[in-house]
């Protein structure tokens, strides 16, 4: 009897859960055995059922993707992670890889390639696009501290400086400087520019 790799899905749109869970369960030597409509969810599934391989998007509520695969490195070191997602952005696959993801998928590839995935992942082996690993690594590192990356997210949303101060914990002064870091290292003219040229590099 084939023992099969246990696999939790996170993907917060049900249609789409619903499909990579069964396509997964299609396989003979896979089983899903846990689904989950967010991060916080998925961290849940994860420590209760103690999967091989956790499948996961980016962007979700509660916690992201790449939150959570950081979660499953620091906790959970047995559960290898594969990211699956719409975002072929470097800086994105950079900081799945600093999480410790081991896979990098986009969601318009092959089915097949996503169980193949789950496979190579399971036996400890990396999961990239060629390209987009190429790509990543010639686009240069990730120039935002992570608080930086926080304020700017906000701001980019449309948050000001008092309600990103009152969220965070902050005084207004200390968001004005983390935000004036930020648009600096970016070389951008105002914080919704800034937001904007790290979303399209995948730095938030």
């Known amino acids: 009897?084939?023992?099969?790799?246990?696999?939790?899905?996170?993907?917060?749109?049900?249609?789409?859960?619903?499909?990579?869970?069964?396509?997964?369960?299609?396989?003979?030597?896979?089983?899903?055995?846990?689904?989950?409509?967010?991060?916080?969810?998925?961290?849940?599934?994860?420590?209760?059922?103690?999967?091989?391989?956790?499948?996961?998007?980016?962007?979700?509520?509660?916690?992201?993707?790449?939150?959570?695969?950081?979660?499953?490195?620091?906790?959970?070191?047995?559960?290898?992670?594969?990211?699956?997602?719409?975002?072929?952005?470097?800086?994105?696959?950079?900081?799945?890889?600093?999480?410790?993801?081991?896979g990098y998928l986009l969601k318009d590839r092959p089915a097949a390639e996503l169980s193949e995935a789950v496979r190579r992942a399971h036996r400890g082996l990396r999961v990239v696009d060629p390209e987009l690993a190429a790509e990543a690594w010639s686009s240069g590192a990730d120039p935002l501290s992570e608080r930086e990356r926080q304020i700017l997210w906000r701001a980019g949303e449309g948050k000001s400086s008092s309600e990103i101060a009152t969220e965070l914990h902050l005084s207004e002064g200390t968001i004005r400087n983390y935000l004036s870091e930020a648009i600096s290292k970016l070389g951008a003219t105002n914080r919704i520019e800034a937001a904007r040229m790290a979303r399209a590099k995948g730095w938030l």
């Open 1 to 102: 009897m084939i023992k099969k790799i246990r696999v939790v899905v996170a993907e917060d749109q049900a249609t789409i859960l619903g499909a990579l869970a069964a396509l997964l369960d299609m396989e003979n030597d896979i089983e899903v055995v846990a689904r989950a409509a967010n991060g916080r969810e998925a961290l849940k599934a994860v420590a209760k059922e103690l999967p091989d391989v956790l499948v996961t998007d980016i962007e979700m509520p509660e916690m992201t993707g790449l939150t959570l695969a950081g979660e499953i490195h620091e906790h959970f070191p047995k559960t290898r992670v594969v990211i699956l997602t719409t975002f072929a952005r470097p800086g994105y696959l950079r900081r799945a890889m600093d999480a410790g993801a081991l």
